[in-house]
């Protein structure tokens, strides 16, 4: 109902606050509510992504890349465009975590998906930071071809 809607925009759009001013704690705790009282909200998978940003930001990593892969799997087919931002997502949580290799495979995986993402992030941000991922693992050629592809993004 329409009235259900509401309430569920509602109450995402004050977890997502939690997560725009850093209170972590109370965003994971609202994003679990909202995943276990609204498995049937249209909204459910959205807020998994919010889910798995708070885990990420309370350095609760395998948390965070397990919603992620649970989201990526089973949004692939109905909701491209939510599958492809939680490989984007994922991206973030491998870097922090030193695992570059695994970091340009989920950038990969949502550059492939980018017809699904914001021009700015299938265009720019994805190949920016596969250039710098790749410097840091000392491919040279690799970096500078994804800053070339970064560069033409911006036009």
Request: hydrophobic share 40%.
């Amino acid at each position: 109902s329409e009235q259900n809607i509401q309430r569920d925009q509602a109450e995402i759009a004050a977890a997502v606050q939690f997560l725009k001013q850093k209170e972590y704690q109370k965003a994971n705790e609202a994003f679990l509510k909202f995943e276990s009282e609204r498995q049937t909200s249209p909204f459910w998978l959205s807020a998994q992504l919010g889910l798995a940003d708070s885990f990420h930001q309370l350095g609760q990593s395998d948390q965070a890349i397990q919603v992620l892969r649970r989201v990526r799997d089973t949004s692939l087919s109905r909701s491209p465009g939510i599958a492809a931002m939680a490989s984007y997502q994922m991206s973030f949580v491998f870097e922090d975590l030193g695992q570059f290799e695994r970091t340009l495979a989920a950038l990969s995986e949502a550059e492939n998906q980018g017809v699904h993402l914001k021009p700015q992030i299938s265009k720019v941000e994805i190949p920016a930071r596969k250039s710098i991922v790749f410097a840091k693992l000392g491919q040279t050629q690799d970096s500078q071809a994804a800053m070339a592809r970064a560069l033409r993004g911006i036009d």
